[in-house]
């Protein structure tokens, strides 16, 4: 979604309350609403007028070093002949050889929401030459695993003007609701006062080298930067949220908070985790919305079979004693299941990942190059760097909790 489009959806929402405002009517809720949408209105203008004024540089250098029209983004064409591009990677490369070209001048950067060593092309050598020649030009990466964890939480952004996040921490909802007589006395719930945390916004970055030859040349530079140095980012992100540390340049970890955690027992793994449910029920109020569990502890459970030799979660061509049809994955419990190696074999996670946490971040997956760095303007050489800031917001940590498994079946 564009900037201009998250401004439309914003003013929208402020025009349903234009009737009770003209009215003298609203709740100090709505007016806290309000005003938080127009901050966020006033921050989109901000980002627009900031994002219009580096268009209209770029189009000014792009004027005094070509005549051809230069494109301002990852819009399309003019003419309407060519796709806005659907990675970081082709963005980059997009913009590079329109913008620049051949002169890399004093640097580049493009924003799109670790090797040491330098990986060099000539004209026939170079370990990357056969792909100057028209032979197989699909390069082949490693295995890459589905990040999901960030997907779980809810969506922030910071401020231009901020880097930190301070907010209340709540504990565990005390007291219950019950039925009085009338005029008896009412029971009370309530979270005890909070303490207050901050967390600070942490940066994960990266960056690689390339030849000039290799930008004007490969194409193969677009899934270069999308398919392994985008995804090294992101892989990191995702272990920072679950367990980092909180330390130097840590991110603070959920798995480092005040989660609830459930220990082994005698019971089954999927018992223990449906317990969960009223875990964090009791603790808060919620309801779970998101389960983490490693490959290995979920194919345990996946294959777990009653007394009569039939799988709890249905055969290989049935579901349950041939009632239905078989599910690849199937969630436990009826709740979002993310299988992943994110967490490691023996713990899983179930938390109401919306109502509990949030991601936050300033800005997107950003990527910068330059030659001026070391001797790399002599060399024919640019060095690409990618990063991205965020930080975890958790204000409920007892609507997760962390679960021992063990054993896979009854």
């Known amino acids: 979604m564009s900037l201009l489009e998250k401004r439309a959806e914003l003013m929208a929402k402020l025009k349903e309350f234009q ?3 003209k009215a003298g009517n609203v709740s100090d809720e709505d007016a806290a609403t309000v005003q938080s949408l127009l901050d966020q209105v006033n921050e989109l203008d901000k980002q627009i007028a900031e994002a219009k004024k580096q268009a ?3 189009a000014k250098i792009g004027a005094l070093a070509s005549s051809e029209p230069t494109p301002t983004g990852n819009d399309t064409g003019d003419q309407g002949d060519e796709q806005p591009a659907k990675s970081a990677g082709e963005l980059f490369v997009k913009s590079f050889r329109k913008n620049v070209g051949s002169k890399l001048k004093a640097g580049y950067a493009v924003e799109f929401k670790a090797a040491n060593d330098t990986q060099l092309v000539g004209d026939s050598t170079g370990a ?3 792909y100057t020649v028209q032979t197989d030009q699909q390069a082949v990466f490693p295995y890459q695993r589905p990040l999901v964890v960030a997907d779980l939480f809810s969506q922030g952004t910071m401020g231009a003007s901020t880097n930190a ?11 219950s609701a019950g039925t009085v007589a009338e005029g008896g006395l009412k029971p009370q719930l309530h979270f005890p006062d909070p303490t207050w945390k901050t967390d600070d916004l942490k940066e994960v970055a990266g960056w690689f080298a390339v030849s000039d030859n290799m930008l004007d040349d490969l194409d193969w530079l677009r899934s270069e930067i999308t398919d392994f140095a985008a995804y090294n980012i992101q892989l990191l992100e995702e272990t920072q949220l679950l367990s980092g540390d909180g330390a130097d340049n840590n991110i603070d970890g959920l798995f480092n908070r005040e989660i609830q955690t459930l220990a082994k027992g005698t019971d089954s793994d999927a018992d223990r985790i449906f317990k969960c449910r009223k875990l964090i029920a009791t603790a808060t109020g919620f309801q779970p919305d998101g389960i983490v569990i490693n490959p290995t502890d979920y194919e345990a459970i996946r294959l777990s079979k009653d007394a009569n030799g039939q799988y709890f979660g ?3 061509f049935t579901g349950q004693y041939d ?3 078989i599910m690849q994955d199937p969630p436990l419990w009826g709740v979002k299941t993310v299988v992943t190696e994110a967490i490691a074999p023996g713990t899983a996670l179930v938390g109401a990942f919306k109502a509990g946490g949030k991601v936050l971040r300033k800005g997107g997956l950003r990527v910068e190059s330059t ?4 001797d790399y303007f002599i060399n024919d050489k640019v060095a690409i760097r990618l990063k991205e800031r965020l930080t975890l917001q958790v204000k409920y940590p007892k609507a997760f909790v962390k679960v021992e498994l063990g054993k896979a079946g009854k």
Not at 371 to 374: K, R
């Open 128 to 130: 990357f030459a056969p």
């Open 19 to 21: 009737p009770a405002l």
């Open 323 to 325: 009632q239905g049809g």
């Open 314 to 316: 249905g055969g290989f």
């Open 165 to 175: 996040v301070k907010y209340p921490v709540f504990g565990v909802l005390e007291g």
């Open 56 to 58: 209209d540089m770029v």
């Open 371 to 374: 030659n001026a760095h070391a």
